[in-house]
T-cell receptor, first 117, second 116 residues
């Protein structure tokens, strides 16, 4: 089973509009971390936002917020007021402990977001 | 602070050759992880080094190896290159690596390897 599922291979959004990128995860751990990264065409993965499994408030970082629904195991990224520079691949990732107690990171397949002027 | 740096940024090799990629983590970070990214397989974890020791390893053949130096800089080596090794190789650093769920990995710009 996929640990991280991103069901939207590609999305379009109008400039200045908000957009939600979906991410669901699968874990039996109580303690885990969820991350979103942005990857422009240049290739570098840019950290956007983090949500811990015990955090009761949704994480926010500027125009980025994470809609965390623990019972549904979803961690959707919301980008408000989209800008042309937001056009990129977006990856959801989860850090959880493996059987040896070591925290491993798993990435989803990504969503390609294109912002239309 | 300077970010994660990777050299070289681009590399063209032929089958059968070997290649060494370098990664310098953020100052003070002791953990370096390597990932391979391809269109077909996505992001796949190669291995992680912490304090000069390989702490975890992904499911890659022994042709892929790495090491970490005392200054936390890391190198990754691929021997006997195959066409399928063409990929973007990303390095990520974090403070302590694998024992805290909130630990954030910061990535370098990657090395694009093309095997002909």
């Amino acid at each position: 089973a996929q640990k991280i599922t991103q069901t939207q291979p590609g999305m379009f959004v109008q400039e200045k509009e908000a957009v939600t990128l979906d991410c669901t995860y699968d874990t039996s751990d109580q303690s885990y971390g969820l991350f979103w990264y942005k990857q422009p065409s240049s290739g570098e993965m840019i950290f956007l936002i983090y949500q811990g499994s015990y955090d009761e408030q949704n994480a926010t970082e500027g125009r980025y917020s994470l809609n965390f629904q623990k019972a549904r195991k979803s961690a959707n990224l919301v980008i408000s007021a989209s800008q042309l520079g937001d056009s990129a691949m977006y990856f959801c990732a989860m850090r959880e402990a493996d059987s040896g107690g070591y925290q491993k990171v798993t990435f989803g397949t990504g969503t390609k977001l294109q912002v239309i002027p | 602070k300077a970010g994660v740096t990777q050299t070289p940024r681009y590399l063209i090799k032929t089958r059968g050759q070997q290649v060494t990629l370098s990664c310098s983590p953020i100052s003070g970070h002791r953990s370096v992880s390597w990932y391979q990214q391809t269109p077909g397989q996505g992001l796949q974890f190669l291995f992680e080094y912490f304090s000069e020791t390989q702490r975890n390893k992904g499911n890659f053949p022994g042709r892929f190896s790495g090491r970490q130096f005392s200054n936390s800089r890391s190198e990754m080596n691929v021997s006997t290159l195959e066409l399928g090794d063409s990929a973007l190789y990303l390095c990520a650093s974090s403070s302590n690596g694998g024992y805290a769920t909130q630990e954030t990995q910061y990535f370098g710009p990657g090395t694009r390897l093309l095997v002909l």
